[in-house]
Nanobody, 124 residues
């Protein structure tokens, strides 16, 4: 069984930065890709950024491109999301997800494991 645990969320002013971490545990953790999604109240869960586990390919939603950076540390089974120039509309619960077979996709259905989520609140 794989567990994903997010950390790093919190309250930040608009224009500020936060760094989220997602640590994976469980035997034989070999995802094809990992991603960050977010869900704001009353809205559907949306893809934010993703990264392949082997190689350098990354993918970002248009709403965060140029502001957010996803990275990983394979040795630590950890993926990070550096969020800069945060906006009010970035307020949401952020979820980490791991795909075992589908590769880097934007649809949540392609991911097999999910973390519990971490709240990010951007204030004016």
């Amino acid at each position: 069984q794989v567990q994903l645990v997010e950390s790093g969320g919190g309250l930040v002013q608009a224009g500020g930065s936060l760094r989220l971490s997602c640590a994976a545990s469980g035997r034989t953790f070999r995802p094809t890709a990992m991603a960050w999604f977010r869900q704001a109240p009353g809205k559907e869960r949306e893809f934010v950024a993703g990264i392949v586990w082997s190689g350098s390919s990354t993918y970002y939603s248009d709403s965060v491109k140029g502001r957010f950076t996803i990275s990983r540390d394979n040795a630590k089974n950890t993926v990070y999301l550096q969020m800069n120039s945060l906006k009010l509309e970035d307020t949401a619960v952020y979820y980490c997800a791991a795909a075992l077979a589908s590769g880097l996709v934007a649809g949540p259905g392609g991911y097999n494991y999910w973390g519990q989520g971490t709240q990010v609140t951007v204030s004016s």
